[in-house]
């Protein structure tokens, strides 16, 4: 018997409503949601591999009611969701444990909920609904502690003010679209949109760019990004950094792709988008002094590259930016969790009374033989970042520049000059890690000693590695997701009657 | 100079917005889903209200995103404005005894009226949402009118994961009725009785009651003093 | 097969060191050192075999392959000997120092690339080892902190910006011929067009140019030699900046292929003329501002440019005679900079860690072995006869003159007069002089510094008398190349126009010297005189005092000095500068206003309006 | 085609205050503004000409002339969504107030660059 | 329709009075008036569920809820009025 891939929110859903009644045990909530959509996900893997499941809600026919298209381009994202929510929660079990800790833990069950649902979806308002519960989560837990924390209150402000407009960018896209066609599901919009030669298809299609576009942090609309990132609690910044803004770039090529079968135009928009993204983030990162801030940074340039690998639009390009989310959410999320642990001890150590996020890179100096796993974890994570084989960053990279010299011509050109943003990367990254491991710095009396918080590094270093050494592993799923994006008709022909 | 450069990209998009709407006739039937919706509807959920159908039936899913989302909003207020202290327990200057008796008059029966919005989800205009929001205004009514009220918080948080629980478990038992989520597995009844159209009712009442507690709690929340 | 257990050896060594650390440093460096020599042994053994194309690993569906041939085998022999070396060397030198479990896992680590460099027969693995090779090299150069971290966060960038070019170009090679194995790569590239393979070449040369510190690209190089621990020094100029060499050799001479590469005509001149002028650079300059230094590893850095610049004109050049010569002169420079890093390693060992060439002498008496170890190590940079670099500097200079280019000839013979001034400078403020007061009572190095330098020492002369013994290994790299087989014997090298026999002129060495020996013995015209009467001119000056090592040439520096700025590197400072000031510029972007990033929102939507109305493609 | 006049100036006029005005408080009703707009944009689109409301209050009703439920079902959710943003934003913006005392966001840019 | 004209122009009238007032408390009544105009107006256009939430949220909650912000913070726009 088939599991039915609506548990994947149903359950998660449940347990966050569960959650605020549960006291003190509701830290053990959102580990508990996260494995189960994680071994559900990998279940289903097999199955979706064969051929998509169509998932209808409500029992009518699609487009007739919200379906759940779960192919395996969402239960890619789902399985990727859920274990990098799973690993992040167990960290958080120990490091989130001052005041407002139940509303922090169902909110981030929301968050993950809320990223399932927009990936699983076949209907584009049932996208918006989920990517809702996404960004308020995420506004939420950006200010998370609010009354004990300027930034991440300031931080939220502006991140709330660009999500709305976002919001409302993408509601009035929707509604465009359903005074076009009259009909919400995607597959039959997609189908509508074929048959059309509508000159004004573009506009919608803007709006949606744009609206998404503010969570998917492509430039200019990141400027919320290196705020929220840097000021929330660290399992948060990774959780964003890792998922949150993956999501945004799968809606928006959900959206280019399937919807409105990619047209040349926009391709080299998203392009070029993509390459400004990848270098202003990378040379803003350059600059920074605090660590959080950099490592933002250097999300926004990751996201470019990204956009950058799907703005290609061929399968090849695809697969790389999809290889990329992965290589990107693993070693972000190290990094974050990392960092965070360094600041936590800091913190204990130093002022243990204020509610400390974020700190200087010098602060980080010398605790290299004081906390020398988080401190591998780091370097890892931060090797991977750069591209450094044998870490699975390397193979991302590997395939983003092939598959743009595939195409040749003018994205070579555009490639190379990509390239360049590596080097910027390695400069900042690796000044940090010679930070950690050769300068002296006051680090008496830190260590660490929490077995929650390192199992979770060790889970993602290894993955790192191992994905890293023996890419193989992902590149099956990976390829039916890119040809589940490029394979317009075949979504269209899902689609029952 | 901002202002300036607003306006000349407001007016760019409102250019945008204007071409697309030319392709959106005003006022003329272009929807095959509404209107299968129209025609199908009562035969299909047993509601007389096709809005209610639509947003608990057929759209149920959206309907639990946007429980949620409230759902979220009011957790999320709170852990804003969670202040880890105890409510201080201000002086409050006593309202006038008309304004006060008045509010005490109008709750009862705003309150009632808000049921009775919610109960009727499926038969008239309105449902829990509506329902939901105008309970909360009677305990908004309280709040001003009489200071010194609050609502527990404790209950009202009860309240509201109660009530989500009761939609995803719905959802969850149609299912494992039906195969489908959120499948109406109850019988239809007879169109426009109060019992009728399955799980439609019994979720709305589920709905208004969760909104109501959601909202009072915000006031609350807001309300509260806080140093 | 062995090939992959020789690589798992050498990278699962050097974690398993890391982990012995953990139990007893004596364990961990005792393995350390049979790891190293076990894989000098087991290198050794393969000598003469060849296998091509062994596949041991599968990445994205394209089979990854190792082979061992004549020219993969020189280098890897080289390497592990040096690494070997190197890890006993460290063993007294590194004493005390923290981290060493670090230390000697990224030494076996470094060591454990390398090998795969020179192993790898596709691409993708190259390019792994190469890289792998990069960050443990970086995280080496940075580990005596201070100092060393810009060092080695200039290495890093540099590095990172030729492997940048070099990953493009092997991924342009792989798209284009849809094969990563280089003997595939070579078949398939006959029939590419000019353009394209000046281009790949460029990205190459960028690549190897940077690793091997050719002229505008040296400057990562001095500083990182100076800051890294000594005995990391010794490899880093011994080997790993001449896997830089190694690329050259492989990327011009087997996937390029000698034929294409003088072929190519980019119009104004051969492209391989290039670079040789850039080698000829590359000698003059960086000799005479190794003349400036006082920081003794500092001076041998510059050096350690300097002498590249020979391997990439013998090798640039094309011929047998200056291929082999630049192949050996690869060889006999690591030979001899290796023995040179590891006296002044000895001597920095002993002396507390000063290198100021100015503060320093008289070591001679103290510290015999490292000073012959330096003396020989000098001579054989200069090219002394019976010295190893004799025959390599020998084979170079007779290709460029017997080619009729004096330029070039002049230059190499400008580079040699330079190194003498500039290495004489080294000895002498080591070893020679007055020994400073506080050094009265100074040791002899310890054993494992005296055992790598006494065996270097002996190889300089052992290559040096029989040349034939690496010039028959490179005689076999040349001929796999395409050229022309030489003529060549154990005791030298047959030409068209001379012989070069070792022998010979060992024998007239030999019998000039014993002569000059006889004569000052049987004159005994020298006595030796306290310092105070001669060399202050009467006048008393404290012994110690007054050291007559510092600012040695100074009439000399006040000559040349204003000419020898390193431009390179003050560009690269330039350009760094001009980053700098630009990314603050671009980070006021993100201005921290609200209604800003609302407009900036707005500013897309109107911008993306703008382009698609005027995009006809729906 | 007034209504979406309408909405569309209700729209523009919220992305204006969101962008150029100072007051955190005024740019959150420019967010409200925004809001409404969008819901009176998805209203008029499935509003038919002559059409009733999509209640069956009596079987008799032709259901042809019924306007879309649809977009009345989206905007429900869609106001929802506003009250829950709304109130959120305006929770931040006390927040912001009790740490910075100002309401200017021309002064709150701790975090910039 | 005339009845829609004049609600519209006075709905628009209403949110660009949002933008000049100084004082947020006449802000937050001039949205308030926007949201009961929408109200009224998805009464017009046959959407009498969304014109009740629209009252009972847009017009009542979501301007209590301002308003105790407004009472929480500072009145005028201007700051330097308290």
């Known amino acids: 018997m088939v599991v039915s891939p609506v548990l994947l929110i149903a359950v998660p859903l449940l347990l966050a409503f569960i959650a605020p009644l549960c006291g003190k045990a509701a830290k053990y909530i959102p580990p508990a949601g996260a ?74 069950l929301l968050l993950l909920t809320g990223a399932t649902g927009v990936v699983l979806t076949g209907d584009i308002f049932n996208l918006f609904v989920f990517y809702e519960i996404l960004c308020i989560s995420s506004y939420a837990l950006t200010a998370h502690n609010a009354h004990w924390h300027r930034h991440g209150t300031e931080a939220a402000v502006k991140y709330l003010i660009q999500g709305s407009v976002g919001s409302a960018f993408i509601l009035l896209a929707i509604g465009m679209l359903y005074g076009f066609f009259g009909t919400l599901n995607m597959a039959d919009l997609a189908k509508h949109i074929a048959r059309a030669h509508s000159s004004v298809l573009f506009i919608p299609l803007t709006f949606f760019i ?20 840097s000021v929330s609690p660290a399992p948060i910044s990774a959780i964003f950094s890792g998922i949150a803004i993956e999501i945004g770039v799968y809606a928006i090529m959900r959206v280019v792709f399937t919807l409105f079968g990619a047209p040349l135009s926009v391709m080299s928009v998203l392009l070029i988008v993509g390459l400004l993204t990848l270098l202003v983030g990378e040379i803003c990162a350059f600059r920074q002094n605090n660590i959080k801030r950099m490592s933002a940074y250097s999300s926004i340039g990751q996201i470019g590259l990204i956009v950058f690998a799907f703005g290609l639009a061929t399968k090849s390009g695809i697969t790389a930016g999809l290889f990329q989310i992965t290589s990107h959410a693993l070693s972000k999320i190290l990094l974050f969790l990392t960092i965070g642990y360094m600041i936590y001890s800091i913190r204990m150590k130093n002022y243990p009374d204020k509610y400390v996020t974020e700190i200087e890179i010098n602060s980080l100096n010398g605790l290299g033989k004081k906390m020398p796993l988080t401190s591998l974890g ?107 994006l490029l394979n317009r008709i075949g979504y269209i022909g899902r689609l029952p009657g | 100079m901002r202002k300036l450069v607003s306006i000349i990209l407001l007016g760019a998009l409102a250019f945008g917005l204007v071409q697309a709407v030319k392709k959106i006739p005003f006022g003329v039937q272009k929807t095959k889903v509404g209107k299968y919706y129209v025609e199908r509807g009562i035969e299909d959920t047993g509601s007389s209200n096709i809005v209610t159908s639509v947003v608990l039936n057929y759209r149920g899913f959206d309907t639990l995103g946007e429980v949620t989302i409230l759902f979220a909003g009011a957790i999320a207020l709170g852990a804003v404005l969670f202040t880890g202290k105890k409510r201080i327990e201000r002086e409050v200057y006593p309202a006038s005894p008309i304004l006060s008796t008045a509010c005490k008059f109008l709750f009862p029966l705003i309150l009632l009226f808000g049921a009775y919005i919610f109960i009727h989800g499926h038969l008239t205009p309105g449902g829990g949402f509506q329902g939901g929001a105008i309970a909360a205004s009677a305990l908004l009514l309280i709040f001003l009118g009489c200071p010194g009220r609050k609502t527990d918080g404790r209950k009202t948080r009860l309240m509201e994961s109660l009530g989500g629980i009761i939609f995803v478990l719905a959802g969850l038992l149609g299912l494992a009725y039906g195969g489908f989520f959120l499948f109406n597995f109850l019988p239809k009844g007879t169109v426009n009785n109060l019992f009728s159209a399955g799980i439609i009712p019994v979720l709305y009442i589920v709905i208004g009651f969760k909104v109501a507690s959601e909202i009072a709690g915000i006031l609350d929340n807001l309300f509260g003093e806080t140093e | 097969m062995t090939l992959k257990i020789l690589l798992l050896t050498a990278f699962g060594g050097a974690f398993v060191t890391y982990f012995l650390g953990k139990v007893s440093s004596k364990l961990r460096n005792y393995f350390a050192v049979f790891v190293s020599l076990t894989l000098f042994v087991a290198v050794a053994c393969l000598y003469g075999k060849s296998a091509e194309n062994f596949s041991y690993f599968k990445f994205f569906g394209n089979t990854l392959v190792l082979r061992v041939n004549s020219l993969s085998w020189f280098f890897a022999a080289a390497v592990s000997a040096f690494g070997a070396l190197s890890v006993i060397f460290s063993l007294d030198y590194m004493k005390g120092k923290e981290n060493l479990d670090f230390y000697y896992m990224m030494m076996l680590l470094v060591n454990a690339a390398m090998l795969g460099i020179v192993f790898a027969a596709d691409l993708v693995s190259f390019f792994v080892f190469w890289e792998i090779m990069s960050w443990s090299t970086f995280l080496l150069i940075s580990y005596s902190g201070k100092n060393a971290l810009p060092a080695g966060i200039k290495y890093i960038v540099m590095s990172l910006i030729g492997s940048m070019a070099m990953f493009f170009g092997i991924l342009s090679i792989y798209v284009n011929f849809h094969t990563l194995i280089i003997s595939e790569i070579a078949r398939g590239i006959v029939s590419a067009s000019s353009g394209y393979k000046i281009f790949i070449l460029v990205l190459f040369g960028v690549t190897f140019g940077i690793k091997s510190a050719v002229m505008p690209l040296h400057t990562w190089l001095p500083d990182a030699y100076t800051e890294s621990p000594t005995p990391f020094s010794a490899v880093l100029s011994g080997m790993l900046t001449r896997m830089g060499v190694y690329g050259f050799l492989l990327f011009f001479y087997v996937v390029a292929g000698a034929s294409f590469f003088f072929d190519i005509d980019a119009g104004i001149s051969k492209f391989n003329y290039i670079l040789c002028w850039l080698g000829a650079i590359t000698i003059v300059i960086p000799t005479f501002i190794a003349m400036l230094q006082n920081d003794a590893k500092k001076l041998l850095a510059w050096h350690g440019i300097g002498q590249g610049g020979y391997m990439i004109l013998g090798i640039a050049f094309g011929t047998s005679l200056g291929l082999a010569g630049g192949i050996l002169h690869t060889l006999n420079y690591s030979i001899c900079i290796v023995l040179l890093f590891m006296s002044v390693g000895a001597v920095e060992y002993r002396c507390g860690g000063v290198r100021d060439l100015n503060s320093l ?46 330029f070039l000839a002049f230059a190499a013979l400008i580079g040699t007069w330079g190194t003498i001034l500039s290495v004489y400078k080294f000895l002498h403020n080591n070893f020679l002089g007055e020994l400073p007061e506080k050094y009265e009572n100074i040791r002899k190095s310890p054993v494992s510094m005296q055992i790598p330098i006494i065996i270097l020492s002996s190889a300089i002369l052992l290559f040096g008398i029989l040349p034939g013994i690496p010039l028959k290994v490179i005689n076999t790299i040349i001929t796999s190349f395409g050229f022309n087989s030489l003529n060549v014997n154990l005791w030298g090298i047959a030409s068209e126009t001379g012989t070069l026999n070792t022998i010979n002129i060992f024998t007239a060495i030999l019998i000039a010297g014993s002569v000059i020996w006889m004569l000052f013995r049987v004159g005994k015209k020298s006595f030796p005189v306290t310092q105070d009467d001669n060399y202050a001119a009467g006048a008393y000056v404290p012994a ?26 003050k560009f690269f400072g330039w350009l760094c500068r001009v980053f700098t000031g630009f990314s603050e510029g671009v980070r006021k972007i993100y201005a921290g206003d609200v209604g800003y990033y609302v407009l900036y929102i707005l500013f897309f939507a109107a911008l993306l309006f703008f382009v698609q109305s005027g995009g006809k493609s729906w | 085609m007034i209504f979406y006049i309408g909405s569309f100036a209700l729209v523009l006029t919220g992305l204006y205050i969101a962008a150029a005005k100072k007051n955190l408080i005024k740019i959150i009703m420019g967010l409200s503004l925004v809001d409404t707009g969008v819901n009176l944009f998805l209203i008029s689109i499935g509003y038919i000409k002559g059409g009733t409301a999509p209640i069956f209050s009596n079987a008799a009703i032709p259901g042809k002339t019924m306007v879309d439920p649809v977009p009345q079902a989206m905007v429900l959710t869609a106001i929802v969504i506003g009250l829950a943003v709304t109130a959120l934003a305006l929770s931040l913006v006390i927040k912001a107030y009790y740490h910075y005392g100002t309401l200017n966001v021309r002064k709150i840019k701790e975090l910039k660059w | 329709m005339a009845i829609a004209y004049i609600l519209i122009i006075l709905m628009i009238l209403c949110a660009v009075s949002v933008v000049f007032f100084k004082d947020l408390l006449n802000a937050v009544i001039a949205l308030a008036a926007v949201s009961l105009i929408a109200s009224v107006l998805f009464f017009l256009l046959q959407a009498p569920d969304v014109a009740m939430a629209e009252a009972a949220i847009g017009a009542a909650l979501t301007t209590a809820i301002f308003i105790v912000a407004v009472k929480k913070t500072k009145r005028y726009e201007n700051e330097k009025i308290s």
């Open chain 3, 544 to 569: 110690g005092k007054y050291n007559y090592t510092a600012d040695f040439y100074a009439p000399l520096f006040k000559i040349v000095k204003p000419y020898l700025m390193d431009f390179a590197d």
């Open chain 1, 210 to 229: 744009a609206g998404f576009g503010v969570e998917a942090a492509i430039f200019p609309l990141n400027a919320w990004l290196p705020d929220a990132h």
């Open chain 1, 35 to 108: 494995l189960f959509n994680l071994i559900l996900s990998v279940i289903l893997i097999p199955t979706v591999l064969k051929s998509p499941m169509i998932v209808s809600i409500g029992g009518f026919p699609p487009p007739f009611c919200i379906n759940l298209f779960v192919g395996p381009l969402g239960i890619f994202f789902a399985a990727l969701i859920s274990l990098a929510g799973f690993l992040i929660s167990i960290y958080a079990l120990s490091y989130i444990r001052e005041r407002a800790v139940g509303k922090y833990h169902t909110l981030y």
């Open chain 3, 361 to 406: 002498g008289g070591l001679i008496k103290k510290m015999p072995v490292a000073f012959a170890g330096a003396l020989l190590g000098i001579s054989g940079l200069i090219g002394l006869p019976l010295t190893n670099s004799f025959v390599s500097k020998w084979l170079i200079y007779k290709t460029l003159i017997l080619k009729s280019h004096p």
């Open chain 1, 378 to 484: 780091f370097a890892i994570a931060a090797f991977s970042l750069i591209g450094f084989p044998p870490f699975i960053g390397f193979s991302s990279k590997l395939l983003i520049v092939k598959a743009a010299l595939l195409k040749g011509g003018i994205y070579a050109v555009l490639m190379g000059i990509a390239l360049i943003a590596t080097v910027i990367e390695g400069a900042y990254f690796l000044k940090v890690v010679q930070g950690i491991y050769f300068r002296k710095g006051e680090v008496e009396g830190i260590k660490e000693n929490n077995v929650f918080i390192l199992v979770p590094f060790f889970i993602l270093a290894a993955l790192i590695i191992f994905a890293g050494i023996y890419p193989g592993i992902l590149t099956k799923i990976l390829n039916s997701s890119s040809g589940e």
